[in-house]
C-alpha cells in the first residue's frame, strides 16, 4: 500500500490575508451571504489567534504560533480588512486595519531610505535585511504594502502613508515600464495613485435593505480605486481617524450615500439608483460644482 502523503496544515497570515480579501469582496459581487460568513470567522481567526500583543504572527500550526510576522503578512492582512469593512460596513475592521498599518510603518519601514523591509526591526537581528521588490505567483509585501498606505492615506489624510507608498513607486518607475509583468501589484497601486481619489462614506443602518442595495450598487461593477466606508455617529474615534466618515449623517432616518472627492462631497442621495448614476460619471466629480 502506497503511504498517505504528508500534508502542510500550518495557517500563514499573509495566505489568509489574501484569502479574507477574495471571499469578502466574493460575498458582494456574487452575493453569496455564506461567502461573508468565512471572511468574518477568517478575520476573527487572524486578530484573535494570529496577534499577540498587537503584532502578528507568520504562522500557527496546531494552536501553536512563535514567529513573528513578516512585511507580506501585514500588508496582506490589512488589504483583506479593508475589503471586508468594505463588504460588511462593521467598523472593526477598519480600526483593525488601521492599527495594523501602524504597527507595519513602524516595523517595517526603511529609516533611512524607501520602502520597506520583509523582516520586522523587532526581529532577530540579520547580516542583512532582505527586501522583496518583484511580484511573481504572489505580490510582494512591498507592493501590497504600498497599495494599502496609499488607500489609508486617501482615507485618513495622512501623508506618512502617503509618501511612503510613493517612494516606493518612484524607485521602481523605471522597472515597472521595463518589465510590467513582474510588477503586477505594484501597477495596482500606481494606478489608484494616478486616479483621483472617490471616496463613499454611507450612513445608517448597515442592515437596512435599503443600504444593501446600495452595496450591490456599488459592487455592481468594477470599481477597484473607490474607497468605501460607514459613517457610524456611535463610532468617532474612527470618523476622527478616517476623515471622510465625519459628519455624515443619515437624511431623514434613510440610509443616506455620500460620494466624494478628497473630502468634498457632492450632494447626499437615498436611494441605490441615484448613487449608482452618481458613480457611473466615475472621476468627471472633480470638476462638477460643489
Known amino acids: 500500500r502506497r503511504v498517505w502523503p504528508g500534508r502542510d496544515d500550518k495557517a500563514i497570515a499573509a495566505w489568509n490575508g489574501m484569502m479574507l480579501r477574495a471571499f469578502a469582496l466574493g460575498s458582494r459581487v456574487l452575493g453569496r451571504p455564506d461567502f461573508r460568513q468565512v471572511a468574518e470567522r477568517n478575520a476573527e481567526f487572524l486578530l484573535a489567534e ?15 504560533a512563535r514567529i513573528g510576522g513578516f512585511l507580506e ?19 472593526r475592521w477598519l480600526g483593525a486595519a488601521f492599527d495594523l498599518a501602524e504597527t507595519m510603518v513602524a516595523e517595517f519601514a526603511d529609516p533611512g531610505g524607501i520602502g520597506f523591509f520583509d523582516t520586522a526591526a523587532s526581529a532577530e537581528s540579520l547580516v542583512t535585511r532582505p527586501r522583496d521588490l518583484h511580484d511573481g505567483a504572489t505580490p510582494a509585501g512591498n507592493s501590497v504594502a504600498a497599495d494599502v498606505l496609499l488607500r489609508i492615506g486617501a482615507m485618513s489624510g495622512d501623508e506618512r502613508f502617503t509618501n511612503l507608498a510613493e517612494g516606493v513607486l518612484a524607485a521602481l518607475a523605471r522597472p515597472m515600464a521595463e518589465q510590467p509583468l513582474g510588477f503586477g501589484r505594484f501597477l495596482v497601486a500606481l494606478d489608484f ?11 445608517g443602518d448597515a442592515d437596512d435593505p435599503e443600504m444593501a442595495a446600495m452595496l450591490a450598487a456599488v459592487f455592481a461593477a468594477y470599481r477597484p480605486n473607490l474607497l468605501v466606508g460607514h459613517a457610524d455617529p456611535a463610532d468617532a474615534g474612527l470618523a476622527a481617524r478616517a476623515p471622510f466618515l465625519a459628519d455624515r449623517p443619515a437624511r431623514d432616518g434613510k440610509p443616506t450615500a455620500y460620494v466624494c472627492e478628497q473630502f468634498a462631497c457632492l450632494a447626499p442621495v437615498t436611494d441605490a439608483s441615484s448613487l449608482a448614476a452618481m458613480l457611473e460619471r ?3 466629480l472633480v470638476w462638477q460644482e460643489i
Open 50 to 64: 494570529m496577534r499577540r500583543h498587537g503584532k502578528l504572527l507568520r504562522s500557527t500550526k496546531d494552536g501553536v
Open 73 to 91: 503578512d501585514y500588508a496582506n492582512v490589512v488589504d483583506g480588512l479593508l475589503a471586508l469593512h468594505a463588504a460588511t460596513l462593521n467598523g
Open 193 to 203: 495613485h494616478l486616479s483621483p481619489p472617490v471616496e463613499l462614506a454611507l450612513a
Open 282 to 284: 466615475g472621476d468627471e
